[in-house]
């Protein structure tokens, strides 16, 4: 399970939606046009009702009809119709550009935040609720944004004009019909303010959700051998009813919204037939009037449940957007102002821990004042017991953490004046917890080094005894590796081994990259080591300590200090604390 969470902050709907149209300055200009164009079809929409009217007032003359007037009209409202939907698709496309275009920029920008955060935010954070901020909160964002904004403009012009014309025609018909939608639309706005806490508690329950299902599916095995499955359904329930009673809630009030406004149409229609008969009968307007009224009522009542959608769509954009900009506006890593350059072709390999203090925390220190010189091309074995700091000392030479107080040198160079980047092509870095992508075996020991011929890899592969392997599979090679592919973890190890020895860098960092393969396999592993180790500075964590008996240094750690060093032979006859570790590994268990 990962660390603390933090506490979402309530939703602040103005802010959120202000930082997503600061976010989107560059597509402007298309939104102006596309609301333009909104409104431009909307104005023309709205001639088509008193153009109907005409029409039908021609065709319910009892004389003779004038079929060349109908003939007219009739062309006229095909082109003011054809005009209007030309312009909605152009219009649609644009936005719909825009909006895909803006989600991609979001997706490329938390993708770059990423690299840019400190491991701590990981270590307090689920990958799985970064993961759904990337998917799930940027998709809301893409529809509500694509859907809502313009409707919302075009639909506020559309019901403004509809009223001037329904005044235009007539004053008493369109006040009717005005007074009997005004309930329903005040009630709109009063269910949004409710609304709006649903939809954020929907979105983080989403985040959580997603989160423990990545959790627990990478975790199936363990869950499984420790008959784990009662549990993990238990809280996968809890979590699932939580986003279900969040989007229940949500969607129940969001819902009530459109049926509330067919309601308020439809009384509407009602109130405009009954004052009309009344105002046919007193010979005050023609049939056509109503039929024309009719129409703007459903005009006039279509933008209301348009606003209705679109401020709902806008409240799931404003709690997406939230998590979206609190992960854009995470406090970063500092930036790398100094430009000290280690070539990784030239470098010896000397390191220097210099009075190195170090806590996750800034309160508890983990690493207290370490200091240690080792020479280019030695063979540096850290031990200790289980939180000793081990490997916490080889994420500070790595630069993945900033130390407290202290320095540690390379060449002689400091690497608080080294960028990141620099300081890791200058190590190769093979690791307990195994890592393999989807592709084939080839891209997987390449990984990201360039211009490598097979002959090399093939090398390498006979080097370390992963060539037999390679060689029962039927593609060699260009097997290709998926997520459900059942390789033992010696396989996966090996090939992560082929990967740190295709990378030629001075310095090498072990960290326990033997512990999952077997005794006979960990025999072929162990001499591609010694010729891994030849000609780099080495560093290699490790709990079986009969594989570092050939070590030129043991860094004995305890509680963050050098406690012992020296070689093995040393250390064994000092008869101190690596000594009992040492014989503690080979007592039988009585």
Not at 552 to 563: Q, R
Request: glycine share 6%; charged share 25%.
């Amino acid at each position: 399970m990962r660390g603390n969470r933090k506490i979402e902050k309530p939703t602040n709907f103005r802010k959120s939606i202000k930082n997503l149209i600061d976010y989107s300055k560059k597509y402007h200009k298309v939104i102006i046009i596309s609301i333009i164009l909104a409104i431009t079809s909307s104005v023309i929409t709205i001639i088509a009702p008193n153009k109907t009217s005409e029409l039908i007032d021609v065709i319910g003359k009892t004389s003779e009809i004038n079929f060349d007037k109908v003939k007219s009209l009739s062309i006229m409202l095909l082109a003011i119709y054809f005009i209007s939907s030309l312009i909605s698709l152009i219009q649609s496309l644009l936005m719909a550009d825009a909006s895909n275009k803006l989600s991609k920029d979001l997706r490329e920008n938390i993708s770059n935040k990423i690299n840019k955060l400190p491991l701590k935010y990981f270590d307090e954070n689920e990958y799985g609720d970064v993961l759904s901020r990337i998917t799930n909160d940027v998709d809301t964002i893409n529809q509500s944004f694509q859907n809502s904004i313009v409707s919302l403009v075009s639909s506020s012009v559309l019901l403004i004009a509809a009223t001037f014309m329904m005044y235009y025609t007539n004053a008493i018909m369109a006040t009717v019909a005005i007074i009997t939608t005004l309930g329903g639309f005040a009630l709109m706005f009063f269910l949004i303010n409710i609304s709006q806490k649903y939809f954020n508690k929907r979105q983080k329950a989403l985040g959580d959700l997603t989160g423990y299902i990545e959790e627990a599916y990478s975790n199936h095995t363990i869950v499984k051998v420790y008959n784990g499955k009662e549990e993990s359904l238990e809280k996968f329930n809890k979590l699932n009813f939580r986003e279900y009673s969040a989007n229940l809630k949500s969607q129940f009030i969001s819902g009530i919204m459109q049926p509330l406004m067919h309601f308020s149409g439809d009384l509407s229609y009602i109130a405009v037939c009954i004052t009309g008969a009344l105002l046919v009968k007193n010979n005050v307007i023609s049939f056509g009037v109503i039929v024309a009224f009719i129409m703007y009522i459903r005009i006039y009542s279509g933008p209301l449940r348009q606003i209705a959608t679109g401020l709902g769509q806008l409240q799931s954009a404003a709690a997406a957007s939230e998590r979206v900009f609190e992960f854009l506006n995470e406090k970063e890593m500092p930036k790398e102002t100094k430009h000290d350059i280690i070539n990784p072709k030239t470098t010896l390999g000397t390191v220097e821990f210099k009075n190195v203090k170090f806590g996750y925390n800034k309160d508890k220190l983990i690493i207290n004042d370490f200091s240690a010189k080792i020479k280019a091309g030695s063979k540096v074995a850290i031990v200790g017991p289980t939180g000793a700091g081990k490997t916490t000392l080889v994420n500070l030479l790595m630069k993945f953490y900033d130390i407290t107080s202290g320095d540690i040198l390379i060449d002689g160079k400091s690497i608080k004046n080294i960028k990141r980047k620099n300081i890791h092509d200058l190590f190769i870095m093979v690791l307990q917890d195994t890592w393999l992508f989807e592709g084939t075996i080839r891209e997987n020991i390449v990984y990201n080094n360039k211009n490598i011929k097979d002959e090399k890899v093939e090398e390498i592969c006979k080097v370390i005894g992963l060539d037999h392997f390679i060689k029962t599979l039927n593609k060699g090679l260009n097997y290709k590796i998926k997520d459900d592919e059942s390789i033992s973890a010696g396989q996966k190890q090996l090939i992560t081994i082929a990967r740190g020895m295709i990378k030629d860098a001075p310095l090498l960092i072990l960290d326990e990259a033997t512990s999952n393969v077997d005794t006979r396999t960990e025999e072929l592993v162990q001499k591609a080591m010694d010729k891994l180790t030849e000609g780099r500075t080495s560093f290699i964590i490790a709990h079986r300590l009969s594989t570092i008996k050939n070590a030129d240094l043991i860094l004995v750690i305890d509680k963050g200090n050098i406690i012992e060093k020296g070689t093995h032979k040393e250390l064994i006859n000092k008869n101190g604390f690596y000594a009992n570790l040492y014989n503690s590994q080979f007592t039988k268990i009585k």
